[in-house]
């Protein structure tokens, strides 16, 4: 377990490197390009992933700090909507998720055993361990990837 944790938290640790390396195929033009209105576009996910980082990161301290007490949950489609993501900057939205990620990078890298097992809270109304905060961060980036390839393979077909 202590193997394949070690491995889940190298691999979070990546996700900026991992997606900035992505972006890079997609031509910035198509960045704001959306096959229906209630989808998000290529800009919109880069925001969304720097707010979901911000809640990644209380969550993360949450279950450290105060293990067993609720944690809220987020609307991201309200976020988006109430933040007006199409109208964000892209490049403060990563160089956010940036430093967000690789402080809790930091942290979690170096954290006892017993805080990964012991620490329990309340996400998306389940319970969940620091182990299951980590499972569903460490694929948050890939997942949002494939659908960035989407979108251009979306576009691509659209004259």
């Known amino acids: 377990m202590k193997e394949e944790r070690m491995q889940k938290i190298e691999s979070y640790g990546k996700g900026y490197a991992l997606l900035t390396e992505a972006i890079k195929q997609f031509p910035k033009e198509m960045w704001s390009f959306k096959p229906s209105p209630n989808r ?4 919109e996910i880069i925001v969304h992933i720097a707010d979901s980082e911000a809640n ?14 609720a944690i809220a949950t987020y609307d991201q489609d309200k976020w ?11 490049e ?5 998720f940036r430093r967000l990620r690789l402080a809790s990078y930091n942290l979690i890298k170096t954290l006892p055993g017993p805080a990964w097992s012991n620490s329990t809270g309340s ?5 969940v361990t620091l182990d299951d905060w980590l499972k569903v961060y460490e694929e948050h980036i890939p997942e949002h990837i494939r659908q960035m390839r989407k979108r251009y393979e979306e576009w691509k077909k659209n004259p």
Not at 40 to 43: K, L, Q, T, V
Not at 56 to 69: D, F, M, N, Q, S
Not at 123 to 127: C, K, Q
């Open 123 to 127: 996400m998306e109304n389940e319970t």
């Open 40 to 43: 998000w576009s290529i800009h």
């Open 56 to 69: 990644a990161y209380v969550k993360c301290r949450k279950l450290i700090a105060e293990p067993g007490k």
């Open 80 to 90: 988006s909507a109430a933040f007006h993501y199409p109208e964000q900057s892209t």
């Open 92 to 96: 403060d939205a990563l160089e956010l």
